[in-house]
Structure formats: C-alpha cells, structure tokens
C-alpha cells in the first residue's frame, strides 16, 4: 500500500519558471527521500532529507520536511525541459534504518519548451 | 561497477509460464530489495535481503513468488505460474545498511508482461 500522495498528481510549467511538489505520508519516519523517474526507467536518487532536518539543498533542489505536519516539499528552480519526469517521495519508517522504502503516488512534471 | 544492473529489460510471456530475474547489486552493498511498480502507481515493496537472508517479505508476495540471493550478491526473483496481473515493472534496488540514512539505489527495472 502507498504510504501517502504527492500533489499535485500532474504540473506543466513553462521552462524556467519553478516547480513545487508535496508530500504528505502517515507514519513516523527516520527519512524522506525524493526520486526522479523518466517514462519506463528505473528511478534516480535525487535527494535525502533526516527526519531532524528541516531543509536541505542541492544545485536547483529545495527539499522542506515538516514531521508535525507529515509533509515535505520539493522545489525545482529554473526548470529545464529534462526535468520533464515522474517525482515521487518515499519514507522510511523502519526502527533501524534502511529496511524498506515506501513510496508516494508521483507527480507528473512537464516542462514545456 | 555503474550501479544496479537488471536482466532482462523486457519479458514477455504467455500466463502460466513462470519467469526469472537477476539483479546484480553495487557491490559494496549489503541490502537488496525487490518493488512492483504498476501504470501509474508508486512502487511496492516486495522483499529485501541482508547479505543472503531475506528478512522481510511483503503480502503481496503470494507463494507463486520466490526471492533469492545465495551468496549475499545477485539475486532472483521467481514468478509461477504467471498470471496477466503479474504484468508491471520488477525493480531492485540496493543499499550499504552500516548507518541509517543511506540512499536506496535502482536499477532501470525488468518490465514485465503476460498475455
């Protein structure tokens, strides 16, 4: 079963312009992790955020996490049309770390050229 | 080594066949995992291994599934008797378990699909 939902479930944007997904999930986490997934690939890491962490940064992603609210955001800056992709968001819950991802249903990003 | 390699990318096969992937892990790591991924969905968790135990497996592995890693390497996923509802995307994944916040690592996937 899905742990929770991204919105919103599709965004088109023009290239350039900033693209903001959300999170939300039900349980207690140690960590939140977002991934990039092209049209029939695998999915690619693009970020993890600790659960004592509030905002974390890499070249044009912003991710917030805010465990009372159990949500967290991804902002990607100054789009570019290979952002073009599925993002999805997966918590781990586990007790010890690392056992078990489980994931969001995805937001279908467009950038249009 | 450049990353999770799966095999095969594609399968096609008729219901009631039975079908087998590999997935070769970064080498380094220590935990595998299997996920289903359906048409728009998210991915499910199946199994995941530590070294060659499997120390948890999902509901949704029903006993026509059967995981494997022999040597703490590569590992199979088995499906029996494949069933059109098997059809979606076989990923795995890998990860180093020493601390707690490590990335999981994917491979491309095997898509599946019975007929």
């Known amino acids: 079963s899905q742990q929770g939902e991204e919105d919103p479930q599709a965004l088109s944007i023009q290239e350039g312009e900033n693209a903001t997904m959300n999170c939300s999930y039900k349980?207690?986490?140690?960590?939140l992790q977002w991934y990039r997934q092209n049209s029939g690939r695998g999915l690619v890491h693009l970020i993890l955020?600790?659960?004592?962490?509030r905002e974390k940064h890499s070249g044009r992603l912003r991710v917030t996490l805010d465990t009372s609210k159990k949500s967290s955001s991804l902002l990607i800056t100054a789009s570019r049309a290979a952002d073009t992709a599925s993002y999805f968001c997966?918590?781990?819950?586990?007790?010890?770390?690392?056992?078990?991802?489980?994931f969001g249903t995805g937001t279908r990003l467009t950038i249009i050229p | 080594d450049t990353g999770v390699s799966q095999d095969p990318r594609h399968k096609i096969t008729k219901r009631g066949q039975n079908v087998t992937f590999r997935c070769d892990p970064i080498?380094?790591?220590?935990?595998l995992y299997w996920y289903r991924q359906t048409l728009g969905q998210g991915p499910e968790f199946l199994t995941y291994?530590?070294?060659?135990?499997?120390?948890?497996k999902s509901r949704l592995l029903s006993d026509r599934f059967s995981a494997e890693r022999p040597k703490g390497s590569f590992s199979t996923l088995e499906i029996q008797r494949t069933e059109q509802g098997d059809s979606a995307m076989y990923l795995c994944?890998?990860?180093?378990?020493?601390?707690?916040?490590?990335?999981?690592?994917f491979g491309q996937g095997t898509r599946l699909t019975v007929v």
């Open positions: 349980t207690s986490i140690n960590n």
């Open positions: 997966a918590t781990d819950g586990s007790n010890f770390g690392n056992e078990k991802l489980t």
């Open positions: 291994f530590q070294n060659e135990a499997q120390l948890e």
């Open positions: 080498s380094e790591h220590n935990r």
């Open positions: 994944a890998s990860s180093f378990s020493g601390t707690a916040n490590t990335e999981a690592f």
């Open positions: 955020i600790r659960s004592n962490e």
